[in-house]
């Protein structure tokens, strides 16, 4: 039966890293479609998430997360303690400053700070918000086209294709403890988009993709198991 409640929502996403980008591109797409949107911020200054909620009233939590720092996810995770999430979407990333520099140029605090935050980060994410998530609910997080390794026949930008091909390597392990779990597991490869991590060179902006994330994610709801897709909703060799 369809509600007539104007104020009922289709359903609840948690977005990790909704400040400004395609995190917060994807926040105001989803309140379009009607959703209540959980959203993390780093630090405790306005973002544009802040704008939004402003913008939405009472369908908009701005909560503070550094994906980087394990108590500030624990911390959370006691937050939302009780609470059901429909889609957990996980879009925290970066890259190395010199992205054509090789791996064997990279220094090794780089390194770490590229894998902490676009491997580690998000996978400590999943398993300690996993509990928040709905039974038949989704997990998310962006990957990006460049992990698959298979796809690799021109280099470059190794240090981000490392980062993003092991975080697509840890979720695979996470399926596979998970196997038979009805949740729905999606990394998402949503293509060169014009962004502060994207450049300006891109070929395509958030107005025109962000759409396309958001109706391929929803699309998946209610197929258990992983996928990884691109944003129009083929699927990425591995």
């Known amino acids: 039966m369809t509600s007539n409640d104007p104020n009922e929502t289709a359903g609840t996403i948690l977005i990790v890293g909704a400040s400004r980008g395609l995190g917060h591109a994807m926040a105001a797409e989803f309140l379009r479609r009607n959703w209540a949107v959980i959203g993390t911020v780093r630090g405790t200054g306005n973002t544009l998430l802040h704008a939004l909620a402003d913008t939405f009233p009472g369908r908009v939590e701005v909560e503070m997360l550094d994906v980087t720092e394990r108590e500030q996810i624990a911390a959370l995770r006691g937050r939302l303690s009780g609470r059901t999430i429909d889609v957990l979407f996980v879009n925290a990333g970066t890259a190395n400053?010199?992205?054509?520099?090789?791996?064997?140029?990279?220094?090794?605090?780089?390194?770490?700070?590229v894998m902490l935050t676009n491997a580690l980060g998000p996978m400590r994410v999943v398993e300690g918000l996993q509990a928040c998530v709905a039974p038949a609910g989704m997990i998310g997080i962006m990957s990006s086209g460049q992990g698959s390794i298979s796809n690799n026949n021109s280099g470059g930008h190794e240090v981000y294709r490392g980062s993003k091909a092991a975080l697509n390597q840890y979720m695979r392990s996470y399926a596979a403890r998970h196997a038979g779990?009805?949740?729905?597991?999606?990394?998402m490869a949503p293509g060169w988009i014009?962004?502060?991590?994207?450049?300006?060179?891109?070929?395509?902006?958030?107005?025109?993709?962000?759409?396309?994330?958001?109706?391929?994610?929803?699309?998946?709801?209610?197929?258990?198991?992983?996928?990884?897709?691109?944003?129009d909703g083929r699927t990425v060799p591995w």
Do not use: C, H, K, N
Not at 181 to 187: A, E
């Open 97 to 113: 400053t010199d992205q054509d520099e090789t791996i064997a140029e990279v220094t090794t605090d780089e390194f770490v700070r």
């Open 181 to 187: 779990d009805s949740r729905t597991l999606v990394l």
């Open 194 to 231: 014009r962004t502060a991590l994207g450049g300006a060179a891109a070929p395509f902006g958030m107005e025109e993709t962000v759409p396309q994330i958001v109706t391929t994610l929803l699309a998946q709801r209610g197929r258990p198991g992983l996928r990884y897709l691109e944003r």
